[in-house]
Each structure stands twice: as C-alpha cells, then as structure tokens.
C-alpha cells in the first residue's frame, strides 16, 4: 500500500473553508424572533383539549393546568355530559347551562382557571372539547 502525503497549506485551506461554510449556513438559519398575535394573545399561547369518560363515568382523559400558567377558556364543546374542575362542576360558561347536547359555548367570554386545576369529565360516555389559551402567571 502507498503512504498518503497531506500537503499542510492544503489542510489548512481545507478546514479554513469547512469554517466558513459551517459558520454560514449557521447564520442563514438564526431568523428574529417576533411574536404572532391571534386576536391580542400570542399565538404559541392557544390550546385545545378534551377530556372524557368512559362507559362507567371513569375518566379516560382529563388536563391538568400547567402550575405556570392560568388556563383562560373562551370555548368549549359538550358532546354528552359534563365537566368539571377540581371536583366542581363546571356547567356555565357564556352563562348558559351546559345540555348535554352537541354545542359550542363560546361568545367572547373568558373563564379563567387557576394553575394546577384539574379538568376531567363528569358522566357516562362524556365528551367535552376546550378552547382557551394558557396565560403565563406574573
């Protein structure tokens, strides 16, 4: 087998030029950040979740607020049953009772949950679907 032979100004060239391409790729990928906004609250800021039961009234899915965060519900869809939080049904929002029947609740008002509250379905084969935002705790 032939010996391989590196000449040095070669090397040098070499990774002088693996720098300057590494180093700029890098700089094309760095963009400013800047805030979206929907509505006035941040975009990043926005969730959905559901929470449901099971064919007994056991929970199957349930959210609980982040410990950072206030959970500010502007909309929530009942699909059979109830929800409720930290034990105590929640059964108004927008002021209106929920039926039990595949409606949307939702007009602008905001019900804001308290960080750590835990939000689980309440009935036989509940379904509930919630729309909000979590605000971070100041």
Same mark, same amino acid.
């Given at each position: 087998?032939?010996?391989?032979? =590196?000449?040095?100004?070669?090397?040098?060239? +070499?990774?002088?030029? #693996?720098? /300057?391409?590494?180093?700029?790729? !890098? %700089?094309?990928?760095?963009r400013?950040?800047?805030?979206?906004?929907?509505?006035?609250?941040?975009?990043?800021?926005?969730?959905?979740f559901q929470?449901?039961t099971?064919?007994?009234?056991t929970?199957?899915?349930?959210?609980?607020?982040?410990?950072?965060?206030? =959970?500010?519900?502007?909309?929530?869809?009942? +699909?059979?049953?109830? #929800?409720? /939080?930290?034990?105590?049904?929640? !059964? %108004?929002?927008?002021?209106?009772?929920?039926?039990?029947?595949?409606?949307?609740?939702?007009?602008?008002?905001?019900?804001?949950?308290?960080?750590?509250?835990?939000?689980?379905?309440?009935?036989?084969?509940?379904?509930?679907?919630?729309?909000g935002?979590?605000?971070?705790?100041?």
């Open positions: 087998m032939k010996p391989i032979t =590196l000449h040095p100004l070669s090397v040098r060239a +070499g990774l002088a030029l #693996a720098g /300057v391409v590494a180093l700029s790729t !890098g %700089a094309a990928q760095v400013p950040m800047r805030t979206v906004f929907v509505g006035e609250v941040p975009a990043e800021w926005w969730t959905y929470v449901t099971d064919g007994a009234g929970p199957v899915q349930s959210y609980v607020v982040p410990l950072d965060r206030r =959970l500010v519900v502007t909309g929530w869809k009942i +699909g059979n049953g109830f #929800a409720q /939080v930290n034990g105590q049904v929640m !059964g %108004a929002l927008d002021g209106v009772n929920s039926d039990g029947n595949q409606t949307f609740k939702g007009n602008g008002t905001r019900v804001v949950l308290p960080p750590g509250a835990l939000i689980e379905g309440l009935g036989i084969s509940s379904f509930s679907g919630f729309w935002y979590l605000e971070p705790v100041q």
